[in-house]
C-alpha cells in the first residue's frame, strides 16, 4: 500500500529553526509537494522536489532523498504566523496525490 | 493572483438530500480535483477530471458521487443520497499540469464546509 509517514505535532520557539520529516512508500514517484494549512482554510502550496537535493525558497527550504524515500521542509526564523499544520504529499505513478496526516506545529513566544 | 473560487463556503443538509458543491478553477488550467478532508483528518483524493472525463478516482468515490463540468468555466460535485459520514470540507483544487511536466502544484480553493443533519 501506499504510505506518507510526519510526525503528529511538534513545538518550537519564535526565532528558532525547525525541521519536518516526512518519509513515503509509494506506487511510483513523481514528485513531492509540501503544503501549509492553518485550521479551518485550505492547503497553501510550499514548495515542490522531484530531483534530490535542497530547494530554498526565502525562510523555507525543502530537501529530498528518492533513493531513502525521504523529504523535509525546514523553516528558518520562526514566526507565530507560522503555526499551521504541514502537510506532505506524493504524485504517484497515476499522478495521483498521496498526502500525509500532516505535521502541527505550534510556535511558543 | 488567480485563485479557485468554492461556492458555498458551508452547505447544511438533511440527510438523504443532495448536493451540490461549486467551484471555478483557474482560468487556464487544464486539471482539476475534488478532496475531502473530515475534521482532525488528512486530505482525501477523491477524483481527478481532465479533458472533460474523470482521470482518476478513489475508492471513496463511489457511485454516490458525481462531477461535471456544465460550462466553461464551472466544475460540481454531486453527491447523492447524503450520510451523515459526508460531513466534511470538500476542497477543489486546479493544476497547469501537463502530465510530462508534473511540477504545477494544485492551488486550492477555500472549500466548502458540508454538514450533514
Known amino acids: 500500500g501506499q504510505n506518507i509517514d510526519q510526525p503528529t505535532e511538534m513545538t518550537a520557539t519564535e526565532g528558532a529553526i525547525v525541521q519536518i520529516n516526512c518519509t513515503y512508500q509509494?506506487?511510483?514517484?513523481?514528485?513531492l509537494f509540501w503544503y501549509q494549512q492553518h485550521a479551518g482554510e485550505a492547503p497553501t502550496f510550499l514548495s515542490y522536489n522531484v530531483l534530490d537535493g535542497l530547494e530554498e525558497k526565502g525562510r523555507f527550504s525543502s530537501f529530498l532523498s528518492r533513493s531513502k524515500g525521504y523529504s523535509y521542509l525546514l523553516l528558518k526564523e520562526l514566526q507565530m504566523k507560522d503555526s499551521a499544520s504541514y502537510l506532505c504529499?506524493?504524485?504517484?505513478?497515476?499522478?495521483?496525490?498521496?498526502w500525509g496526516a500532516g505535521t502541527k506545529l505550534i510556535i511558543k513566544p | 493572483e488567480p485563485e479557485v473560487t468554492q461556492t458555498p463556503s458551508h452547505q447544511v443538509t438533511q440527510m438523504g438530500q443532495e448536493v451540490i458543491l461549486r467551484c471555478v478553477p483557474i482560468?487556464?488550467?487544464?486539471?482539476f480535483y475534488w478532496y475531502r478532508q473530515i475534521l482532525g483528518q488528512k486530505v482525501e483524493f477523491l477524483v481527478s477530471f481532465y479533458n472533460n472525463e474523470i482521470s482518476e478516482k478513489s475508492e471513496i468515490f463511489d457511485d454516490q458521487f458525481s462531477v461535471e463540468r456544465p460550462d466553461g468555466s464551472n466544475f460540481t460535485l454531486k453527491i447523492r443520497s447524503t450520510k451523515l459520514e459526508d460531513s466534511a470540507m470538500y476542497f477543489c483544487?486546479?493544476?497547469?499540469?501537463?502530465?510530462?511536466?508534473?511540477?504545477?502544484?494544485?492551488?486550492f480553493g477555500d472549500g466548502t464546509r458540508l454538514s450533514i443533519l
Open positions: 504529499a506524493v504524485l504517484d505513478s497515476n499522478y495521483q496525490l498521496i
Open positions: 509509494t506506487s511510483g514517484f513523481n514528485g
Open positions: 483544487a486546479s493544476s497547469a499540469n501537463d502530465r510530462g511536466h508534473s511540477n504545477q502544484p494544485q492551488h
Open positions: 482560468s487556464n488550467h487544464l486539471y
